[in-house]
């Protein structure tokens, strides 16, 4: 299976901060990479698509990128809505693999 | 609109089977896509189980592959599954989803149901 290692596990950060959770694949993966915002007792949902593409009705300050097997979610002005989980996951191969999440708190 | 819902027991003896329904409304599970189900651990991290596609074939995590089973019954729009032999490892929130490996992988959801496998 692929690894995908997900970091930070947690986080605090302040409103209006720049914030940026990554994920590293164990191999190769190309764009094949979404990530998940999770708000407590809701179902997933999509945020960025194929690494970097930015999914219907998604604030713009989201923002995905790939540096090699580095894959970024930014979240260019942090807002109060956005606290939640944030669950990145391949789907270049079977099974498809989620990274460990990250909390991401208020300060 | 795609809504999904799940629906099952909340509490299962270790060494039982755990059994749970999504319910699909808004889409014809028949017409298209693959049909998932997906776990939430204490802790954060998330496991895909498998799907049925439209087409009734199945796919399964190899991890799970001897204990979980995924069916469907196309007249009621609904998909099961079926995880047998549970142990307290397996206590998770469950959810459907629709996709598996797609432009969108996993583009609705249902809102999840606890599961704790407990005697």
């Known amino acids: 299976d692929i690894q995908m290692t997900q970091s930070p596990s947690s986080m605090s950060a302040s409103l209006g901060d720049r914030v940026t959770i990554t994920c590293q694949a164990s191999q190769d993966i190309g764009n094949n990479l979404i990530w998940f915002q999770q708000k407590p007792g809701k179902s997933p949902r999509p945020m960025i698509y194929?690494?970097?593409n930015l999914a219907n009705g998604v604030p713009s300050r989201f923002s995905g990128s790939r540096s090699g097997s580095d894959y970024s979610l930014t979240i260019s002005s942090l807002e109060s809505e956005d606290m939640a989980d944030y669950h990145c996951l391949q789907y270049k191969q079977y099974p498809p693999t989620f990274g460990g999440g990250t909390k991401l708190e208020l300060k | 609109e795609i809504q999904l819902q799940e629906s099952g027991p909340g509490l299962v003896k270790p060494s039982q089977s755990l059994s749970l329904t999504c319910s699909v409304t808004g889409y014809t599970i028949t017409s298209g896509y693959d049909w998932s189900w997906i776990r939430k651990f204490p802790g954060n991290k998330m496991e895909w189980m498998g799907y049925?596609?439209?087409?009734?074939?199945?796919n399964y995590n190899p991890s799970l592959k001897s204990r979980i089973s995924i069916t469907r019954d196309t007249s009621k729009n609904q998909f099961f599954l079926q995880l047998n032999s549970v142990t307290t490892e397996d206590t998770a929130t469950y959810y459907c989803?629709?996709?598996?490996?797609?432009?969108?992988?996993?583009?609705?959801w249902g809102q999840g149901v606890m599961v704790t496998v407990s005697s």
């Open positions: 989803a629709r996709g598996a490996m797609m432009v969108i992988p996993f583009d609705y």
């Open positions: 194929y690494a970097t």
């Open positions: 049925i596609s439209y087409s009734g074939s199945t």
